[in-house]
């Protein structure tokens, strides 16, 4: 099927969607009607793109015609100017549309689950898993997204031996994926008395957020501890057993929530993060029966597997996987990562592109 025969197969598809939209059996299916109405909405840009390609062909053979039978000059010269436009919008047009034809990851939609773990470097590695958190929350905020700490682990020192954030907005996981791996901190620790310049490291995850339909998990599949939350230095302590650790006994997947006060929410908390945790694991298992490539989740501080360098000393900010290094690094921690993952996004949708 040439270019066109496939922009026009599509939009004939997404003309017979417009059409049970407005059937009354098909509206009174939510389930199917959100279904179709979504497919509607993902088809829609491809089908405005197609309507304007049309367009650029037809003009571009108007053009070619007055060339061929017009013995004006003046009017063969507008009509050479013409064709050299419309040809460079027909290119312009069809990368745009072959970029919109790129399949779309189903779970870029979704909410997500960001765990931040202190990797190498002791307190100040939980120093800057606190810093990390903040960066995201920032920007999180920014891009009009809700940020609830579902879980958090305080260093003595300051920081976070491990936070875990849930992250709901519109699309939420696709835009946040890129940023699971190691990441590493050059800078002179608040306890070094000597000056001297520290590496540590931590860890990031973002997970796609699981919900009840995705993935069902039998209360008889769960064990779940309850024990007095703790915190660090003057934090509020719980004096009562409220604090949630659940265990999905098949896969050994543990979640625990001491957040709340109430062993209720923690409980609801706990249950979110363990379904997500699980649904990773058969979603991860699923793609590589697939033979599809994912980039996996970095489970350990280990400097080697670095994907992004914070050098705070020249305020140099590195992503290793893309070699795009930028200056901008106070911005950045306030929240302003835009560019890097605009640009993560952008050569992956050229990956997707040569491989198709």
Request: net charge negative.
């Amino acid at each position: 099927m040439d270019f066109v025969s496939k922009l026009q197969a599509i939009k004939e598809k997404w003309m017979n969607i417009q059409e049970q939209l407005s059937d009354p059996e098909i509206i009174a299916d939510m389930k199917r009607f959100k279904t179709l109405n979504k497919n509607y909405r993902d088809m829609q840009p491809v089908v405005e793109a197609f309507d304007s390609y049309q367009l650029v062909l037809g003009n571009l053979a108007d053009s070619r015609n007055i060339l061929n039978t017009e013995k004006d000059d003046e009017l063969r010269e507008m009509a050479k100017s013409e064709l050299i436009h419309f040809e460079a919008e027909k290119t312009r047009l069809e990368e745009a549309i072959k970029l919109l034809l790129i399949p779309k990851d189903p779970e870029d939609e979704k909410n997500a689950i960001i765990e931040i773990r202190a990797g190498t470097g002791g307190d100040e590695a939980a120093i800057f898993a606190g810093d990390l958190s903040e960066m995201y929350i920032r920007f999180c905020n920014k891009q009009g997204w809700k940020v609830e700490v579902m879980n958090e682990n305080q260093s003595e020192k300051g920081g976070y031996k491990e936070i875990v954030l849930e992250v709901t907005g519109e699309n939420v996981y696709g835009k946040l994926k890129y940023e699971s791996g190691v990441h590493r901190v050059q800078r002179v620790p608040a306890t070094e008395s000597q000056g001297r310049v520290h590496t540590s490291a931590a860890t990031v995850a973002v997970l796609p957020e699981a919900e009840e339909f995705d993935i069902e998990i039998s209360v008889n599949d769960i064990k779940v501890d309850v024990f007095r939350a703790s915190g660090a230095g003057g934090q509020h302590v719980n004096r009562t057993e409220s604090a949630v650790r659940m265990t999905h006994v098949p896969t050994g997947i543990v979640a625990e929530c001491q957040d709340e006060r109430s062993q209720i929410k923690n409980r609801e908390k706990a249950m979110k993060v363990l379904r997500t945790r699980v649904y990773e694991k058969f979603h991860n298992e699923h793609l590589a029966k697939l033979s599809q490539q994912r980039k996996t989740l970095v489970s350990t501080g280990d400097r080697s597997a670095k994907i992004r360098t914070y050098n705070f000393p020249q305020s140099r900010i590195t992503d290793h996987r893309i070699n795009m290094t930028l200056y901008n690094l106070p911005e950045a921690m306030n929240g302003y990562i835009d560019e890097i993952l605009d640009a993560l996004q952008v050569a992956e949708n050229a990956e997707k592109m040569r491989e198709g």
